[in-house]
């Protein structure tokens, strides 16, 4: 099953800009944990059912364990938080490297994929 397309496009435009880190600058990196940050949103937003509503993302990450498995919720939250830090980091701090953006991106799409709901039946069906 693939990631809805604005999910997916925030990942490929992060990837297309990690495939160059020489040109990677403190603003950029900012523009790529940005872009990875509202992909997590996003994607907790569909998991709470929430997508088009003006609910905060704190109030989401909240409630995210009543509708996914516990640890995946740690996971979203600690991601977001991560995320959060590295777009507003001091002047004295030291910039996220392309190692953490890689590390990021990949922990973005796996945790947007496992937030991505799933069919499942339940109960029988009488065809008689």
Known sequence: MSLPSDVQD???????????????????????????????????????????TDQPVHALLISLPSHVDADLAHDAS????????????????????????????????SVAASLRPTLSLSGNIDLT
Do not use: F, K, M
Not at 84 to 108: C, M
């Open 10 to 52: 925030r990942l490929t435009c992060v990837a297309n800009l990690l495939a160059r880190p020489s040109q990677l600058d403190g603003v950029r990196i900012r523009c790529c944990a940005e872009l990875l940050r509202t992909a997590v949103e996003r994607s907790v937003a569909r998991a709470c059912g929430a997508e088009n």
């Open 78 to 109: 600690q991601l977001w938080h991560a995320l959060s830090r590295a777009i507003r980091h001091h002047g004295y701090e030291l910039t996220p490297t392309v190692a953490e953006l890689t590390g990021w991106h990949a922990d973005t799409a």
